[in-house]
């Protein structure tokens, strides 16, 4: 049975030519209405950085506990977040447990001079004293993540042929979260919870998210336009890709802000633990979201500005 994922490969828009991009933006425009999500190659980004990033963060996430709690933050800041202070799956409205992770988070941390918006969008990163070489590795990966991001969106722009800063006039400032995610084994978390997941069902909630994952069995899945769960596909060189809930409504629905979840461990695999580099794009954080009503949407939304939007889902998946 085919994947409900697409594999893209970028290359074809990079070599510039009219046809190539043409191609790719189309693939693109099916993919997010069918999807929500796709696999791309071709990016340009080195597997060298992908594999330090997660290699220092794994020492990380391996100190002592009393060591990692001196960085620790709530959902939101930068730092370490700890177990059982993240349930995503509350963003539905399902009370469940905790999600079975532990994370490290920075962001962008470039002040705009506004003290409340500065507070929180664009708060000083913390890095971990303990492992230096983190901080590097992790600053260029996201300098990479946002060039690839402000990239799509403008693959984006020409998939719906509009002018293609329709979505990047937006990102001169923006607001961004790189997320480092650890997976602990069965071994170390014990037996999960009944509903309890390693990331429990939600979507994302900012334009683009790009997501480097290991495989593993208790994997990523996606929720189909027929409410099954897929297991998604993996390829080592791809990144897989999806948009958030800002970037369906953006669209007017065209695009899917896709459900999707990441399984607990499992007793097949009692020692697997994986960690998950994940880039959540947004907008400048003062960006007034007028959706793009038929005919290239199904439907218009209100206008909304892009930081009330956000700050109400982050809210909502906090464990209180």
């Not at 999600?99 to 409340?116: F, N, P, Q, R, T």
């Not at 509009?162 to 995610?181: A, C, M, S, V």
Request: proline fraction near 8%.
């Amino acid at each position: 049975m085919a994947s409900s994922v697409p594999l893209v490969d970028l290359g074809p828009w990079f070599e510039g030519t009219a046809e190539g991009k043409a191609q790719v933006a189309a693939r693109i425009d099916e993919a997010l209405q069918d999807s929500g999500f796709l696999l791309v190659t071709g990016h340009g980004v080195p597997r060298e950085l992908r594999t330090a990033t997660r290699e220092l963060a794994r020492k990380f996430f391996a100190l002592p506990e009393d060591v990692k709690a001196k960085y620790t933050v709530a959902v939101g800041g930068r730092g370490w977040l700890p177990p059982g202070v993240e349930a995503n799956a509350y963003a539905e409205g399902t009370e469940t447990p905790p999600d079975l992770k532990e994370s490290y988070s920075v962001g962008a941390d470039a002040a705009v001079g506004d003290a409340e918006i500065d507070a929180f969008w664009f708060q000083p990163n913390v890095w971990p004293a303990e492992i230096p070489e983190l901080a590097v590795a992790a600053r260029e990966y996201m300098d990479r993540m946002r060039a690839l991001s402000d990239e799509l969106l403008t693959i984006f722009a020409v998939a719906l042929k509009l002018p293609q800063d329709h979505f990047t006039r937006h990102t001169g400032h923006p607001t961004y979260t790189f997320n480092i995610n650890w997976y602990p084994p069965m071994t170390a978390v014990g037996t999960p919870e009944a509903d309890q997941f390693r990331i429990g069902p939600h979507t994302d909630f900012g334009t683009v998210t790009v997501l480097d994952r290991q495989a593993g069995v208790g994997g990523l899945q996606v929720c189909t336009a027929d409410g099954e769960w897929d297991d998604a596909p993996f390829d080592a060189e791809a990144f897989t890709i999806n948009i958030g809930d800002l970037m369906a409504r953006w669209t007017g629905d065209r695009w899917r802000s896709t459900r999707h979840r990441v399984l607990p461990p499992d007793d097949s695999a009692p020692d697997e633990d994986l960690v998950s580099l994940i880039f959540f794009y947004e907008t400048d954080h003062d960006a007034r979201i007028a959706s793009l009503g038929p005919p290239i949407g199904r439907t218009g939304y209100p206008e909304v500005l892009a930081s009330e939007y956000l700050k109400e889902k982050l809210d909502a998946i906090t464990v209180s």
